[in-house]
């Protein structure tokens, strides 16, 4: 199948627009017109998620983090382990495509590249498995792609209890996008002042609807970054 990958990414780039959206919109869109504004909002969303960097403006919300708890760095590491022996297999990028991860965006050259996978953002939503991250965490390379690490998700639902019940608040840190305020066609474009879209100026509602902005509260779920390949602790769970 590796011989029609250039052919095959065309065609699962367009396909995964409309469920990927979802993620960050957090929509149910039923409209060409609603799937218009999910696909803006998630380019909207990968373009301002650039890993090992600390974000902490107002349109990013993180979890607080806890003090270590009895038994926390031994389950972190439990959790890295598995993610490193399930990642094992993706150091070759065709598989993670014949295994339905879709790269977001091929066609620009972000420092990361999210290879994301429609049936684990399902399980997602009602469990945790540490081998079955949501996406893949790329480096573009001359000749094709580079392993770096996954990302997992959650609903936006959950409390940061329930998050902790997932992956230690004493040793990493959940983030999710929010206060966005959208340009007036409803995309994350920031037209010509800059105060729309997720790096815009705008983060108040109602300085959004006096600039004529479609308010977003929170775009999508909960996330996080795991780099299981990484030497330290501190960068295995850095954003």
């Known amino acids: 199948m590796h011989g029609h990958c250039r052919w095959c990414l065309g065609k699962r780039v367009v396909w995964a627009v409309a469920w990927w959206a979802v993620i960050f919109s957090g929509s149910n869109a039923g409209s060409a017109a609603s799937d218009g504004r999910d696909h803006e909002h998630m380019r909207g ?12 403006g107002p349109h990013m919300k993180w979890t607080t983090l806890r003090p270590v708890g009895a038994g926390d760095p031994e389950r972190a590491n439990r959790i890295v382990q598995a993610l490193r022996q399930a990642l094992d297999k993706y150091t070759d990028y065709h598989v993670a495509l014949d295994e339905g991860f879709i790269p977001m965006h091929p066609e620009r050259k972000p420092r990361h590249y999210h ?12 469990q945790f498995d540490a081998a079955q991250p949501t996406a893949l965490l790329y480096k573009k ?4 792609y580079e392993l770096e690490g996954a990302m997992f998700t959650a609903p936006r639902g959950m ?6 019940e997932r ?20 995309s994350g474009r920031r037209i010509s002042r800059r ?4 790096k815009g100026t705008i983060a ?6 006096q600039a004529g902005g479609q308010f977003v509260a929170q775009a999508g779920g909960w996330m996080i970054h795991v780099y299981p390949f990484e030497a330290t602790a501190e960068n295995i769970w850095t954003h």
């Open 45 to 56: 969303a990968v373009e301002a998620m650039t890993p090992h960097q600390p974000h902490m």
């Open 115 to 126: 290879f994301a996978n429609k049936e684990r953002r399902h399980l997602a939503r009602v």
């Open 141 to 144: 390379t001359s000749d094709g």
């Open 159 to 164: 409390t940061e209890d329930e998050l902790n």
């Open 167 to 186: 992956i230690p608040l004493s040793i990493a840190r959940w983030h999710a996008h929010v206060n966005i305020c959208l340009a007036p066609d409803g």
């Open 195 to 198: 105060q729309f879209g997720f």
């Open 204 to 209: 108040d509602e109602s300085e959004c609807r």
